[in-house]
């Protein structure tokens, strides 16, 4: 239901407040500032509504309002007379500690009031010699972990807060901000990594109905820490969604991993740990004999169907398929990364594409030199085809796979593939991305990006224009396009030998023509009309319409990046940083693009095939305006024409930030009719349109 159907239906039955339970079930449609507002206009609305306003608790301290928040008194007072309400706490590590304090002693409270009743039941009963045990009602016994609370200042006065019960979603950020001291909420454990960790842990303890667990930023100290939570979380029997994201010493990840996984409960859905290393050691190795073990569950994880896990939490084969044993239902897989392990890779991927079935989604964010192939794609191998919905391959095609074609694995799952992303690209053969462009009927999102080195990973136009595309529901793509046939002349349109010098002279076109046979041809934007071409552009600008035509056919378009690479010859000593690879594509042009053509002096141009593209968003990649090619070739026209026919149009890269030609650009000096005038008609007629990027 709607905030304005909410808001009506509450006008309409204003005079059935007597039904407390039907304006309860209202109000759970409204956000928090209409409940607000709704609560002000009745007395007993206010009451009713109470309830609904704490489902949902923001109390991480990073933002002004929960801030103020852990500091009113008042406030405190409602959420604790509302805490039976409260279904989803996001909790930062101020609130957690004073929280724990409080719960704390208000649990002592309610254990010694109980004490008193029974004893004076007995008193009562004059059975003072027949004493039976306590009977605490509704609490849970306190655990051995339970860490001391700290000692209180006197100005400190605590709000008693019960133990949320019925908390189903729990979030909680352990990052500390040197300000919080300052805070009137502020207790000494805040500052202890390990003591802190424990009482979030307790209250976690504290709530039995948790659904879903997200904690950020978690240190650890010693081992006590890492078998503490594996123990409470093992007790969370409907847990479905668990994220932890830890820092660690990394000699200890396998040890805190393997630890997790086999004490999540069966009930999981969804298993997400990553990490940060730290350079200390846990502290306490001794208690780690002492302490209690945390239960190792026997059943697989049936229900489990994404597992993300940032590295490899084992140092054998046999034990890195001991956690995949317990996931024949998986769906989504991220692959840890795994190093110098030692593990067999040929094993694992045979035994994850044969045992998880389900499989649909897999993700690697590493690739380990000396492979024989990457491990998600070895898992394309040897999965059941026509099977894969979706693959991120981050850091999987480098250098020492550039002999490997893939177009078989894709057409595999030719089928079923609907999201492809693979980056950053050091090298791909352009035959493999042809496939993918060519066969995978299903495609929605295709993001290749390449490497910030030089690369050869862009598709050749002759594989562009090779078969007609079939992924026209594409709504995402990042694609580069190698055009080393365009490459101009060095240095730019003049004669490159002393004797076309001597001897060349320029034509009534503004061509040239050299001796000796030698021709030397300025680029056809430059050129007089009637612009005569030879036999060898106009099969390059054929292929091109042939390229755009393909592109023109992707109605569904939303995002695209479009990068022309002029030159994949690079030596291996021939590095670029990030920014000079960024500006060569912002340099090179994708020819005749966003241009409309001019017939009288036959100048091409291919813009209008581009029409079809009603929902794209977002233009990126070599499209800008400040080149060579579009200060002479895009005018007012090419700009209202994209408007027009891109009505959805919010981002697009046609400038480079903090260069000098930008703001002479965008400030519209120039003839009148070109680049300026079109920029500065563009963001007078739409000025959300971002086009410095």
Known sequence: MSTAAASSSFSACHRFLAIPELVAELAGCLDNKSLHR???????LSTFCESSVYHSVVLNSLDRCSFERIASRDYLVALARNVQHVKSLDSGLLFAVYQFHSTLASQQQERDKEREQERERERKMGDNNSRGPLSIRDLLPIPDWTPLPDILSPQMELVLLPPMCNLTHFKMNFNRLIHHRLHLAYLPSYDSTSRSLLQATWLIYQSPH????????VGLESFRDIQTLPTVIYGLHKLRKLRLH???????????????????????????????????????????????????REEPLLELKSFFVQRVMATTTQEFLSHFQHCPGLEELHIPKIGDSGLDIATITRFIGSHCRNLRSIAQDSYQPG??????????????????????????????????????????????????????????RSNTLRTILCECRSLEEFVMIQADSPSHCGIDLVDAVAAPWVCTNIVRLFLVVNLQDFREPSPPYTITTTAAANTG??????DWNGAAGMETWKPYYERKGPIVFT??????????????QQLGQLTQLEYISLKAQLDTDFGDDNWVNEMQQWLIYQRNTLPGMLSLGDPKTGRPGFLHLFSGWKKLKSLMGSVALDTAETRRTVRLREMKFMLEQWPAL???????AEEPEVEELVAGDGDGEGGPTALEWLQDERPDIEIVL
Not at 394 to 414: A, P, T, V, Y
Not at 505 to 510: A, I, L
Not at 535 to 548: C, I, M
């Open 210 to 217: 948790l659904v879903d667990i997200d904690m950020d930023h």
């Open 505 to 510: 002279r320029e034509d009534d076109n503004g």
């Open 38 to 44: 709704l609560m002000l206009t009745s007395r007993r």
């Open 371 to 428: 492979q024989a192939l990457p491990l998600s794609l070895g898992i394309l191998e040897t999965m059941a085809p026509q099977s894969l919905q979706k693959l991120n391959s981050i850091q999987c095609f480098e250098r020492e796979i550039i002999q490997n074609d893939f177009s078989g694995l894709f057409r595999r799952h030719s089928t079923t593939l609907r999201s492809i992303e693979l980056s950053p690209c050091w090298q791909i």
């Open 535 to 548: 036999a060898k552009e106009e099969d390059q600008f054929h292929s091109l319409e042939l390229f755009y």
């Open 650 to 656: 919010t981002q697009v890269e046609f400038m480079q």
């Open 246 to 296: 830890f820092s660690l010493p990394r000699s200890e990840w396998g040890f805190l991993g393997t630890t997790l996984f086999f004490s999540c409960p069966p009930s999981l859905r969804h298993l997400r740990i990553e990490m940060f290393y730290t350079n200390s050691a846990l502290t306490d190795p001794g208690l780690l004999a002492i302490s209690p073990t945390p239960p190792r």
